[in-house]
T-cell receptor, first 116, second 112 residues
Framework: DTGVSQDPRHKITKRGQNVTFRCDPI?????LYWYRQTLGQGPEFLTY????????KSRLLSDRFSAERPKGSFSTLEIQRTEQGDSAMYLC??????????????FGPGTRLLVL | GENVEQHPSTLSVQEGDSAVIKCTYS??????FPWYKQELGKRPQLIID???NVGEKKDQRIAVTLNKTAKHFSLHITETQPEDSAVYFC???????????WGAGTKLIIKP
């Protein structure tokens, strides 16, 4: 499968625990995005990378959230001290684009997080 | 910042009829407008997109129109089929900011 993959697909954790999600983009894609989606809502932008550089972070992304893309390939999203309000689907997307050009964002299957 | 509003939240149409979903955006600098289809428990999938240098784009039974002056764009699905049932999202982004700002979604129900 050459599409965007995410791991794990489901995560149940207790409040206060740390969790880490992984995203593997389509191999030649230079841009990688993280979104969060709650039931019945559209995805909300969290952050995006161009190669290994994190170029933008949403105000939704509190200090408990951190994302990395160390070699410009896969990315990780870590949530520290999880809260029940963090329960959501975390979606990763990737695209291939030149500067100033938006290209199609292809989405992964998501990681569904439930914080008890 | 950008805000995208989408209507209606639910749309029920008879199989074979047309469906129209409308979105408005607030940032006049927005220049890229994709539409995604999301089936229950699945990832969003792009069905069509339009850039601000064109007013209309068609792909078989699906078309999108853009009115930059009024800052709204619409998705048109003709000859609807049961497999068109899903949640449809519109989104917008600007040339300087690649993040997508999404509408709240429209649940499309195709009645047999």
């Amino acid at each position: 499968d050459t599409g965007v993959s995410q791991d794990p697909r489901h995560k149940i954790t207790k409040r206060g625990q740390n969790v880490t999600f992984r995203c593997d983009p389509i191999s030649e894609h230079n841009r990688l995005y993280w979104y969060r989606q709650t039931l019945g809502q559209g995805p909300e932008f969290l952050t995006y990378f161009q190669n290994e550089a994190q170029l933008e972070k949403s105000r939704l992304l509190s200090d408990r959230f951190s994302a990395e893309r160390p070699k410009g390939s896969f990315s990780t999203l870590e949530i520290q001290r999880t809260e029940q309000g963090d329960s959501a689907m975390y979606l990763c997307a990737s695209s291939l684009g030149l500067a100033g050009v938006q290209e199609t964002q292809y989405f992964g299957p998501g990681t569904r997080l439930l914080v008890l | 910042g950008e805000n995208v509003e989408q209507h209606p939240s639910t749309l029920s149409v008879q199989e074979g009829d047309s469906a129209v979903i409308k979105c408005t955006y607030s940032d006049s600098a927005s220049n890229y407008f994709p539409w995604y289809k999301q089936e229950l428990g699945k990832r969003p999938q792009l069905i069509i997109d339009i850039r601000s240098n064109v007013g209309e784009k068609k792909d078989q039974r699906i078309a999108v129109t853009l009115n930059k002056t009024a800052k709204h764009f619409s998705l048109h699905i003709t000859e609807t089929q049961p497999e068109d049932s899903a949640v449809y999202f519109c989104a917008a982004s600007t040339r300087s900011n690649y993040q997508l700002i999404w509408g709240a979604g429209t649940k499309l129900i195709i009645k047999p």
